[in-house]
Nanobody
Framework: QVNLVESGGGLVQAGDSLKLSCAAS????????MAWFRQAPGKDREFVSA????????EYADIVKGRFVISRDNTKNTVWLQMNSLNPEDTAVYFC????????????????WGQGTQVTVSP
């Protein structure tokens, strides 16, 4: 069992930055590839970014590439998502997830999920 707790969401204005954190506990953090997904009202959950066990593999959705940066520290059991140049289309609940598979962009391959943190970007 892996427990994931997100934090750092909030209400910001367009163009602002925000940094999300996801703290993991339970099984060894370095067993898992980690990802951020998001879900806006009335929309499906979508992939945002993923990072491999060692941090060497990183993937981004095209819509956030160049604006968001994912990172992790296995000594702190934490993964972060630095979000820059936010726009209203980034408004969603952001979820942290963990997987032992290599299917990093598919939500159905993730076994563990956090409760989510709300990010709201005003125009």
């Amino acid at each position: 069992q892996v427990n994931l707790v997100e934090s750092g969401g909030g209400l910001v204005q367009a163009g602002d930055s925000l940094k999300l954190s996801c703290a993991a506990s339970g099984r060894p953090f370095n067993w898992y590839n980690m990802a951020w997904f998001r879900q806006a009202p009335g929309k499906d959950r979508e992939f945002v970014s993923a990072i491999g066990r060692t941090g060497l593999t990183i993937e981004y959705a095209d819509i956030v590439k160049g604006r968001f940066v994912i990172s992790r520290d296995n000594t702190k059991n934490t993964v972060w998502l630095q979000m820059n140049s936010l726009n209203p289309e980034d408004t969603a609940v952001y979820f942290c997830a963990a997987t032992t598979t290599h299917e990093l962009q598919r939500a159905d391959f993730y076994s563990y999920w956090g409760q989510g943190t709300q990010v709201t970007v005003s125009p």
